[in-house]
């Protein structure tokens, strides 16, 4: 069977140039990839530096995601916390008037189931209160603190300790450690000469 590429004037030796030559472009590609060919091979690549940047911005990614996650968490304690602080602020006028009605009765002793019925309905109210975080404050004879107490008025009070509360007109109230009433007091000054 004769070639249809082959002249049939095509002496040996230029028949056989030609074979090579086909042959040649027909040869397998190189094993180099026209980037790697024009790479220079004392730069080293920039594959390291990329790795490098994304695992830093994972990183960041990451522990941002974990200051998110956490500060929801606060609020949402914090929220759970302080979330009975109007409804206590508020109930704590019915405390104040249940124990204004026993300071009124005072030892009458015609009102002894009365003021018991008050006294332990005032009981049970600040059990109920201090069983979700309310704590009472009630500075009598300490220093006094601004933080939890607002000064009425000061006397000089020649056997009091000067800036000590020497009464207490209202007392205070704390909700989880937050102060939801100052307490209303008299404080002591030094006796002017």
């Known amino acids: 069977m004769k070639d249809d590429n082959t002249d049939p004037a095509d002496t040996g030796e230029e028949a056989a140039d030609r074979v090579e030559a086909e042959a040649g472009e027909v040869a397998a590609p190189s094993a180099e990839t026209p980037d790697e060919a024009d790479a220079d091979p004392s730069d080293p690549p920039d594959l390291e530096a990329e790795l490098a ?85 009630d500075p009598l004879g300490e220093p006094f603190d601004p933080e939890t107490a607002q000064a009425m008025s000061m006397v000089e009070q020649p056997d009091a300790e000067p800036n000590s509360v020497i009464a207490v007109m209202q007392k205070g109230y704390t909700l989880n450690g937050r102060l939801l009433r100052p307490a209303m007091v008299m404080v002591s000054k030094t006796p002017s000469a």
């Open 53 to 137: 940047a994304a695992k830093d911005t994972a990183l960041r990614a990451q522990a941002d995601a974990m200051n998110m996650q956490r500060r929801a968490e606060q609020e949402i304690e914090k929220a759970r916390k302080f979330a009975l602080e109007r409804i206590c602020g508020d109930l704590l006028s019915v405390i104040d008037n249940l124990e204004r009605a026993l300071e009124a009765a005072g030892e009458n002793e015609s009102n002894d189931s009365l003021l018991e019925g008050i006294e332990l309905t005032r009981k049970g109210f600040m059990d109920i209160l201090e069983k979700h975080g309310v704590q009472s404050v």
